[in-house]
């Protein structure tokens, strides 16, 4: 199958391009690295002729609350219209376990006006959500630093590889459409504070994590919004595991 990733040579998009093209498929990798806008559409219709899957992996590149609307909506609609036109079969998308149960993240909002685009579209689709991913935790902690200090909720997380993500998309993709939304999520839950604790200190990050109950992550102060449904499909890479291998 001819199968475009529309952020394909990101994190989760590389990962999948990889996978995808060990398995047989045409894996076409589009970002505006390669020609590819989904923003602007420019090059969106001419790399969608003759697909029979799109992905949607791409992101923001500023999680500013209107900018990450903005681009959700206005890029999600682009490939929509590109999708329809060029009959793609099967339109997949990554998304975020829990983003309706935390309106005040403009991020996770935004997550939630993308679904929805996709859910009235009228394509076949297939929504996967995922949990955090191990690689956002530098992120999360260079996010949450005040004054030298790493400042964060002990929220229950049960964050997963990319690679366990990519391989989930993956399958998900060279499957049938779900016209659903499908969980998948890590083997193990693990508090945030402690969850970046583990990597810094791993990392010989010298910062220190103080547990603050009022703090935010990414505009929300989540308690267990963000874990996965007990119908969640499960990945086996344990962040211990994870460390050792990274």
């Given at each position: 199958?001819?199968?475009?990733v529309?952020?394909?040579?990101?994190?989760?998009g590389?990962?999948?391009?990889?996978?995808?093209?060990?398995?047989?498929?045409?894996?076409?990798?589009?970002?505006?690295?390669?020609?590819?806008?989904?923003?602007t559409g420019?090059?969106?219709?001419?790399?969608?002729?003759?697909?029979?899957?799109?992905?949607?992996?791409?992101?923001?590149?500023?999680?500013?609350?209107?900018?990450?609307?903005?681009?959700?909506?206005?890029?999600?609609?682009?490939?929509?219209?590109a999708?329809?036109?060029?009959?793609?079969?099967?339109?997949?998308?990554?998304?975020?376990?829990?983003?309706?149960?935390?309106?005040?993240?403009?991020?996770?909002?935004?997550?939630?006006?993308?679904?929805?685009?996709?859910?009235?579209?009228?394509?076949p689709?297939?929504?996967?959500?995922?949990?955090?991913?191990?690689?956002?935790?530098?992120?999360?902690?260079?996010?949450a630093?005040?004054?030298?200090?790493?400042?964060?909720?002990?929220?229950?997380?049960?964050?997963?590889?990319?690679?366990?993500?990519?391989?989930?998309?993956?399958?998900?993709?060279?499957?049938?459409?779900?016209?659903?939304?499908?969980?998948?999520?890590?083997?193990?839950?693990?508090?945030?504070?402690?969850?970046?604790?583990?990597?810094?200190?791993?990392?010989?990050?010298?910062r220190?994590?103080?547990?603050d109950?009022?703090?935010?992550?990414?505009?929300?102060?989540?308690?267990?919004?963000?874990?996965?449904?007990?119908?969640?499909?499960?990945?086996?890479?344990?962040?211990?595991?994870?460390?050792?291998?990274?």
């Open positions: 199958m001819k199968i475009v529309i952020g394909g040579t990101g994190l989760i590389s990962k999948l391009v990889a996978r995808l093209s060990e398995h047989g498929h045409q894996a076409v990798p589009a970002a505006p690295s390669t020609g590819v806008n989904s923003l420019a090059g969106v219709k001419e790399v969608l002729q003759d697909a029979n899957v799109v992905i949607d992996v791409s992101n923001s590149p500023s999680f500013a609350d209107n900018d990450v609307m903005e681009f959700f909506r206005t890029s999600t609609t682009n490939l929509l219209e999708a329809a036109a060029a009959g793609v079969g099967h339109y997949v998308a990554l998304s975020v376990v829990g983003s309706e149960r935390l309106p005040d993240s403009g991020y996770l909002r935004a997550k939630v006006a993308q679904e929805e685009l996709i859910e009235g579209s009228g394509l689709y297939s929504i996967v959500r995922a949990t955090q991913f191990f690689e956002f935790a530098g992120g999360i902690a260079d996010s630093t005040v004054d030298g200090q790493v400042r964060l909720p002990g929220s229950s997380m049960q964050p997963m590889a990319a690679d366990d993500v990519a391989a989930a998309v993956g399958r998900t993709a060279a499957g049938d459409p779900k016209n659903g939304t499908i969980e998948v999520g890590g083997p193990e839950v693990i508090a945030l504070d402690q969850w970046i604790r583990t990597v810094l200190s791993a990392r010989s990050d010298s220190t994590v103080v547990t109950p009022k703090a935010r992550y990414f505009g929300a102060v989540p308690e267990r919004e963000l874990l996965p449904g007990s119908d969640a499909q499960l990945a086996q890479t344990r962040l211990s595991e994870w460390l050792t291998n990274n």
